[in-house]
């Protein structure tokens, strides 16, 4: 959308209809579940507008009831495949509340990738999981304590020098933001901004690199991308 979406208001109805961008079975291509078989529910909109982000989330005008969101997963997903990735736009710009307590029940595990600027009250579940890319200065109170794993994006140079994280805001090009800091003793993953250009986007990976080795953290790549899988 390259920061061109409109910014959404989160929305409070019952979860029962949701605005769905896209339905695919792929592989998970970053963070903790990278290369796992994964049925993605791409949910449309977002509240925040990122200048750099590669992804189209506004121009689906499919809304489906719970049952036949469900339904189409179900024909996507092979018996290998028990994993359910719910990201966006925002997921929890919407009630996915039903949609995630329904995919539990089918002892499906659910990742959500979400930026952490919003909350909808989820069962605490081990087959939960919650992954935060934080993209703001305030994650909300209430899913800090559920957060799985942080993962950032990063760009050369553009990091504090004490713990290799982002201090460039992802609103407005050019602009210093310190990005909220994980907190408590989750997983940190790096992840090198994808800026298009062969050069730029080879001194942001070795600089994950050494972030990685330097701090701890774990590296993850657009896999997606790179071996171009659907």
Known sequence: MR??????LKEHGSGQVLWV???????QGEGPFSGHPSVFVRLSGCNLACYWCDTEFESSTWKPHLE??????????????????????????????????????????VQIETNGTLWVDLPDDPRLTIVCSPKTAQLHAE???RISAYKYVVT????????????????KAGQSLRIARP???MPVYVM????????????????????AKTFGYKLTLQ????????
């Open 3 to 8: 920061g061109s979406n409109p910014l959404r």
């Open 21 to 27: 961008q896209e339905v695919f079975y792929t592989l």
């Open 68 to 109: 036949e969101l469900l339904e189409k997963i179900a024909q996507l997903r092979p018996a290998v495949c028990d994993l359910i990735v719910i990201t966006g736009g925002e997921p929890f710009r919407q009630n996915i509340k039903p949609l995630v307590l329904a995919l539990l029940e089918q002892n499906m595990r």
């Open 143 to 145: 899913i800090v304590p």
């Open 156 to 171: 050369y140079q553009q990091t504090d020098s004490s713990d290799g994280l982002p201090i460039v805001s992802t609103q």
């Open 183 to 185: 907190q408590g003793e």
């Open 192 to 211: 090198p901004l994808d800026q298009y250009d062969e050069d730029a986007n080879r001194r942001n990976t070795q600089y994950c690199v050494d972030i």
């Open 223 to 230: 896999t997606h991308k790179i071996l171009a899988i659907d």
